[in-house]
């Protein structure tokens, strides 16, 4: 499947990114359009000049050309990505209310800003999509949950999952509310894989590994295990109880990061209160 018409990025940092990346290498769309003043890395620029049907504008006012608007339909781009930072949304989104349309879907990636906020900034008739995807979509390994708003076709849905599904895994929810949660627990998520690496590392290294050492063994066995889960049906509970032998160095382990009494309840409960902190912040950033 390819998206018909034109697929516009606004905002091509990490994210962004990583999601024209992912489009350029499963040719996504029929036709690109890139909005980011900034210049773009080699390595984009290059796949870019590959598709050959992608353009970089510095602003949206350059937008209306070359997209479907100029064969006489009448119509913007067929999707309209929103890939800048929560913080930069409110200065940027008034400058592409003349795409609103009902031939067009916004399709945004921006961190707690609700569908109700995105259409106050768009204006009326906007059509809109608030996902949140996560880090490993630059390795086409992502994870992102979407919500559509109530005027977005079955059609536009499947056209955003598409494009979503070009960097990873898709799942989508009717409850709007939920989003603080899935911000939290995946789009927060890869920061706290990266800080558990961190700490075996650091902690093998206080067992007397050398670092570098240390640091190999926990960067592999991070993702041998996730890995062997994405491949296993069995629950998470589960693995890990295979793996931990009655009387073993495993359950010895367990016994320090699982006990009630340690760090506030074990790395259970401190991971509940991390997830917490990081939904209410998602929350405080809707405004």
């Not at 890395?41 to 070359?66: C, S, W």
């Not at 708003?149 to 599904?165: N, S, Y």
Request: aromatic share 2%; hydrophobic share 50%.
């Amino acid at each position: 499947m390819r998206v018909s018409g034109t697929v516009c990025l606004v905002g091509c940092g990490k994210m962004g990114g990583a999601l024209l990346a992912g489009w350029l290498r499963g040719d996504a769309a029929e036709a690109l359009v890139v909005i980011e003043p900034q210049p773009l890395p080699a390595a984009l620029r290059e796949q870019i000049a590959t598709h050959g049907r992608t353009r970089v504008v510095a602003d949206a006012g350059a937008v209306g050309a070359g997209t479907d608007a100029d064969a006489g339909s009448g119509a913007g781009p067929g999707v309209v990505v929103l890939a800048v930072k929560p913080q930069a949304m409110a200065a940027v989104l008034p400058g592409l209310r003349p795409l609103v349309g009902p031939g067009t879907v916004f399709l945004s990636i921006a961190a707690g800003r609700t569908l109700g906020w995105l259409s106050e900034q768009l204006g009326p008739g906007a059509r809109i999509v608030r996902s949140m995807p996560n880090t490993p979509a630059a390795v086409g390994c992502g994870m992102t949950v979407a919500v559509a708003g109530a005027e977005v076709t079955a059609e536009q849905v499947r056209a955003c999952e598409h494009l979503l599904a070009a960097v990873g895994e898709v799942a989508w929810v009717t409850d709007e509310s939920l989003m603080d949660a899935v911000t939290a627990v995946s789009g927060s998520g890869p920061a706290y894989v990266f800080l558990l690496i961190e700490a075996m590392a650091q902690a093998g290294v206080a067992c007397g590994l050398p670092e570098a050492l240390a640091g190999q063994l926990a960067r592999a066995t991070v993702i041998g295990s996730g890995e062997l889960a994405r491949r296993s049906d069995e629950p998470a509970a589960t693995l890990r109880q295979n793996v931990t032998s009655p009387g073993g160095t495993t359950a010895a382990a367990l016994e320090i990061l699982m006990a009630p009494e340690a760090a506030g309840g074990g790395l259970p409960a401190l991971m509940t209160r991390a997830v917490e902190a990081a939904a209410r912040r998602s929350r405080a950033l809707a405004g």
